[in-house]
């Protein structure tokens, strides 16, 4: 069992930078892949950025227009069961609650079925 606790969201200016952490419980937080992923209102969840879990490979979206990919960053410091998000010139569309999320046996990454522990969120709200 593993429960997630998501911080640092909070009202940010455009072209701003915010970090994210989540952290974990449970002694097998190392064994787990970790991602983030997002909600703005009124649209369905997508893949923000995952890491494996040794923090060899990331993975970030980036098959959209003005994706988070060389904006964001996703990193882990397995030590403090804890994965971060950094994510830097911020854009009013990227407005959304934050999750965290953790899997055994994820292979794509971007799939939210492949994780089986969720946080509750974290809102970041980018202003123009």
């Known amino acids: 069992q593993v429960q997630l606790v998501e911080s640092g969201g909070k009202l940010v200016q455009a072209g701003g930078s915010l970090r994210l952490s989540c952290a974990a419980s449970?002694?097998?937080?190392?064994?787990?892949?970790m991602g983030w992923f997002r909600q703005a209102p009124g649209k369905e969840r997508e893949f923000v950025a995952a890491?494996?879990?040794?923090?060899?490979?990331?993975?970030?979206?980036?098959s959209v227009a003005d994706s988070v990919k060389g904006r964001f960053t996703i990193s882990r410091d397995n030590a403090k069961n804890t994965v971060y998000l950094q994510m830097n010139s911020l854009k009013p569309e990227d407005t959304a609650v934050y999750y965290c999320a953790a899997g055994l046996t994820v292979v794509v990454g971007s799939n939210p079925n492949e994780y089986d522990y969720w946080g509750q969120g974290t809102q970041v709200t980018v202003s123009s």
């Open positions: 890491i494996t879990w040794g923090g060899g490979r990331t993975y970030y979206q980036d």
């Open positions: 449970g002694r097998t937080f190392s064994s787990y892949a």
